[in-house]
């Protein structure tokens, strides 16, 4: 028996971790086109705000791979999945033979097609590499002004480090507010303040239509609204799709991302996908681990799903924390929605109910307990009996029935 | 693995729980100093509840697939592999609040000036026996293997 992975954040990890749990012995084969190992994207942001050193980027130790008895093959890139052969084709022309393949492969920044957009100065920020072009472009060319396209969680991570940078940052969002798909107006408008109030630029409604350059460097953002913006650099952050590429001309069934069951299994046997280029999409860190970590015990035999997942988001700006989850936002009638708002205190808590069940919460200033709150919505548990509750400052387990409360503290079984 | 149980029936609600657990996370480990601010105060990795008549404390339950882990963006959160015990370290966690958005137990605080998690208990590894349940008075934390 032999696993091969292609691709090497958190999904891939887990599920070498789930894989080593029953079988120590059959080769794990782990392709990555990066030259950085197990490394935490979210914590690129931290890297470029020097609020961490490289060394701490790594969330396992430097040996996971070897005690795990993982054969690495670094910066080379899967391009072909040979099916009925059952093997990979990597871009060195050599072919990786597997018995149970696990694509891992994440997902790609959507690039905007405008003019100028080849210029230099003009970065994504997904990975490692990214920050260090960055920060290289920051210092050659002695970068004063910087534009970040798009408000979504991304550009926001950026923006935060470019800031601590010293630097001016102007945010462009084509939706009406910052964070649109996971806040709500009154809730984006407490971090757009906080932004402004840090010197930072937002112009929400409006795109970029070109880029105008000036000795192959970007100079000036030209907008669909009409006015020009000068800039030194350009962070393009509209939104990530599922790295699908190497998929494309196989069997194995594509929408957005690659179609996978409740067992990360696809269409073809054998063949698993997890995390980021999985479908359905939920592109947060917490969601490839889950996927990640079933996908390999699905591949050594264990029969597991995954759990019921939502959306969630745990954001900080200007020291402002937020943790919202669900539907934030719901369009339907029939939903109850529940707000406690202090402007002065920067505190913000709504919690969306629909049929007796929590739906969706945002949690701004205090975020103390979140977690009680997104079991609610995954566990469908009835709120009703404790409603009332729900929004007061010390809600906790007590508010809870106390039968389930028992069950959920001491597990089934062991109630006492 | 060890594993602390929390008996509300039996819990009076005199929180010596929380002091205790507070002391023993300190540098001198002097109650008269911690409380009287010559010793730093950490917040009590412990949390206790309290309604009516009703109250109990409860701390990590050392889940055995533990959310907290599987989201830790920096893996400050990680299991020892002797004890199966959900550990911190504190030097690698950087306040991303990830734990807080999916522990259903509510029991890890964020301390929002030092952008570090405060509140992760860790069954007293340096005390050799949680103080928690050592100081209560009746019974209502004991330990079970």
Known sequence: MKYVIIGNSIAATNAIKSIREFDKENKIILISDEEYINYSRPLISYLLAKKITKEKINYLSTDFYEKNKVDLILKKKAVKILINEKSILLNDNTKINYDKLLLTTGGTPIIPQIKGINTNGIFNFTKISDVEKIEKYIKENNVKKVSVIGAGLIGLKATEALLELKLKVTIIELSDRILASTLDKKASAIFENELRKNGCEIITNTTVKEIITENNKVKELSLINGTRKKTDMIIIAIGVKPNIELVKETEIKINRGILVNSKMETNIENIYAAGDCAEPTIAIWPVAAQQGKIAGYNIIGQNREIKNIVPMNSVELCGIPSISAGNTVPNNSDCEILVLYNEEKKIYKKIIIQNNRIIGFIMIGNISRAGIYTMLITDKININEFKDSLLNENFGLINLPKEFRKHLVTGAGIEV | ?145
């Open chain 2, 1 to 145: 693995m060890k594993k602390i149980i929390s008996k509300e029936e039996y819990c009076i609600g005199c929180r010596l729980c929380e002091i205790h657990c507070t002391v023993a996370h300190t540098k001198t480990k002097n109650i008269l100093k911690v409380f009287k601010g010559k010793d730093t105060k950490p917040l009590p990795k412990i949390k206790f509840e309290e309604k009516g008549f009703i109250s109990f404390s409860l701390q990590c339950r050392h889940c055995e697939e533990a959310n907290c882990i599987e989201a830790c963006i920096t893996g400050a959160l990680y299991r020892d592999e002797k004890t199966g015990t959900v550990l911190w370290d504190e030097n690698k966690c950087v306040g991303c609040w990830m734990c807080i958005m999916l522990c259903p137990f509510g029991v890890i605080e964020p301390d929002l000036q030092k952008k570090k998690i405060s509140s992760k208990c860790d069954l007293c590894i340096n005390e050799g026996f949680p103080v928690c349940v050592k100081n209560c008075p009746n019974e209502a934390l004991v330990i079970e293997e």
